[in-house]
């Protein structure tokens, strides 16, 4: 028997029309290269969707048309995410920081005919411009006013481009099915590929990005959205937001900017935020420096690689900020797994604590994991046995875009493998050991550069650290510790490896200690390991 319940699709126009009844009043604040400080209400930004949709339409664009962008975080970067998805083309938002061949290629892979971009962005673009086969039309991200001048025949400003539309536009049905958004991944090998998101699989993301022990967003909080538009739709929060009208905060080009980010929490009074670790090492960093309290801000979500424990104590015990720990990847829209604490946590003695707080937490409901072994056979969930994680769930892409041969990560049926490494706790627990490949392998045995670096951390002259493995004749690889110091510190080697001791198995224990005063990051703001093994090749290690 079938049940009786409509069947509704489940299209992102339906955030937008919800929004604009029950949140128009709702403030967008965003920091631009016109406008530090511009305001505006979600009611404005969907009327602007609209002129903007009316102005696609005329510009020839309809369903499945690529319209790129090479934005940052701002309202009119959100306009976009609801004009063009929700007239039934696809938003493909491009990830500025990449190599200019590789945002040349996804370009051209993608088609898009429409390039919207920042001004700050516009020198990249003029000097792509021939390479780029497909883009008919630049539109620069501002008005008339502050239009740069530029050789790029037909350029104009995004102002100039909506002004004088028709303020109504009749949003077409569309299949919940339908392409909404695509968004590149950079791997380490190989040209990126391309994740092609659909109205469907948006929603139920956003269903599970809202609840309490996800995001957590509500209709009282300020949300600093840190987290860049162009890396896995900002984690879903431009759609989070409107939905339960959380008030918004657009960082602009400033999100790596610690001092910024400072203000903009205590002048917009932000209360949530989420981003990458190195983003907030910044910006605790700034805080401590500067001797202010991150106030009033209570929860930060942190993705994107492994948080230190050593950040989740400062925010708590110095700016007494909770921090949700959580695992996730563009090609899972991108939410996987969440970490939170049950029943009598509070309770725990310290090292108990500390244990779960590094875990990336249990999976989000409508996401199914297991690991396996390199034969694909399922491994147990004992907390011990490592394995690659699998995932499903109808947020999980099922192929990459026009990959043009099978993808390996799909070979097995109806599963797609991460390419992580990890251990599951009997109660759904799962704590990532590595990237496969940035997995040390030490005499056959595996050694975890993630644990490793976070009681690296742990040491208070350390500000970030990264383990690598270097090529061993007895061992076969080694673990190299490279250390950045807090400003006005110098540890020593000694003194690194001494607070190693005791904290880690002694045959994990790194075979040297290099200092430096950065470390080499990836487009989407990570710690590098591929930048670094380069930096480090030929490195001898003092026990080889
Ligand atoms: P991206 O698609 O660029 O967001 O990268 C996804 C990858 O980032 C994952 O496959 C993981 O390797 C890594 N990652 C994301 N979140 C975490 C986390 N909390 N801890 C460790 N690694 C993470």
Redesign the pocket.
């Known amino acids: 028997m079938q049940g009786l319940m409509m069947n509704v699709p489940l299209v992102i126009t339906d955030i937008m029309r919800h929004a604009e009844r029950c949140h128009a009043g709702t403030e967008v604040v965003s920091f631009t290269v016109d406008n530090p400080r511009h305001r505006t209400t979600l009611g404005e930004v969907f009327r602007r969707s609209r002129k903007l949709a009316n102005a696609l339409t005329r510009a020839g664009m309809g369903l499945g048309d690529r319209v790129g962008t090479l934005a940052w975080n701002d309202y009119r970067h959100l306009e976009l995410y609801y004009g063009v998805s929700c007239m039934g083309a696809v938003l493909h938002t491009v990830n500025p920081r990449l190599f200019p061949e590789q945002v040349a290629y996804i370009i051209n892979h993608a088609g898009d005919r429409l390039l919207f971009v920042d001004p700050l962005i516009l020198p990249l673009v003029e000097k792509l411009k021939p390479a780029l086969s497909s883009v008919e039309q630049v539109i620069v991200l501002t008005d008339d006013a502050h239009l740069p001048a530029s050789a790029i025949d037909g350029l104009r400003s995004y102002e100039s481009f909506i002004a004088g539309e028709p303020e109504e536009f009749d949003w077409p049905d569309l299949d919940e099915n339908t392409a909404s958004s695509l968004c590149y991944?950079?791997g380490t090998t190989g040209n990126p590929k391309g994740v092609l998101f659909s109205h469907r699989s948006t929603v139920l993301h956003n269903y599970a990005a809202l609840v309490g022990d996800a995001f957590g967003c509500t209709r009282r909080d300020t949300i600093l959205v840190v987290v860049p538009m162009f890396?896995?739709n900002a984690w879903g929060l431009p759609y989070a937001g409107p939905t339960v009208g959380t008030r918004m905060v657009f960082p602009g080009p400033k999100m790596g900017d610690g001092a910024t980010l400072a203000t903009l929490i205590a002048e917009e009074g932000i209360t949530l935020a989420s981003g990458v670790p190195t983003v907030w090492q910044l910006l605790l960093n700034h805080a401590r420096e500067a001797g202010v309290r991150l106030e009033p801000l209570r929860k930060v979500s942190?993705?994107?690689?492994?948080?230190p424990l050593a950040v989740m104590e400062e925010f708590r015990e110095r700016h007494g900020v909770e921090v949700l720990?959580?695992?996730?990847?563009?090609?899972m829209s991108?939410v996987g797994t969440l970490n939170t604490f049950p029943w009598g946590f509070e309770n725990w003695p310290k090292a108990e604590q500390d244990a779960l707080r590094v875990k990336?937490g249990q999976p989000a409901f409508g996401v199914q994991v297991k690991i396996v072994d390199d034969a694909g056979h399922e491994l147990p969930w004992d907390g011990r046995t490592a394995g690659i994680v699998k995932v499903r769930g109808p947020w999980v892409c099922s192929d990459y875009y026009k990959l043009g041969h099978p993808s390996e990560s799909h070979a097995e049926p109806g599963w797609f493998a991460?390419?992580?490494v990890a251990t599951m706790d009997p109660d759904g627990v799962m704590q990532?050991t590595d990237?496969a490949k940035d997995v040390i392998k030490s005499g056959g045995e595996w050694i975890s550069s993630?644990d490793l670096e976070n009681v690296a951390c742990g040491h208070p002259k350390v500000l970030q650290a990264a383990v690598i493995g270097i090529r061993h004749p007895k061992w076969d690889e080694r673990p190299l510790l490279v250390v950045v110091p807090r400003a006005g510190e110098a540890p020593t080697r000694e003194e690194v490896l001494g607070w190693l001791q005791g904290r880690i198995a002694n045959w994990w224990m790194p075979d040297d200690v290099v200092f430096v005063d950065s470390l080499p990051l990836t487009a989407?703001g990570?710690i590098s390991k591929l930048e670094l093994r380069k930096r480090f090749t030929g490195y001898v290690l003092p026990t080889a």
């Open positions: 991944t950079s890396h896995a942190v993705g994107g690689s492994a948080c720990h959580a695992w996730g990847m563009t090609e991108p990336q991460t390419g992580d990532i990237r993630i989407t990570k």
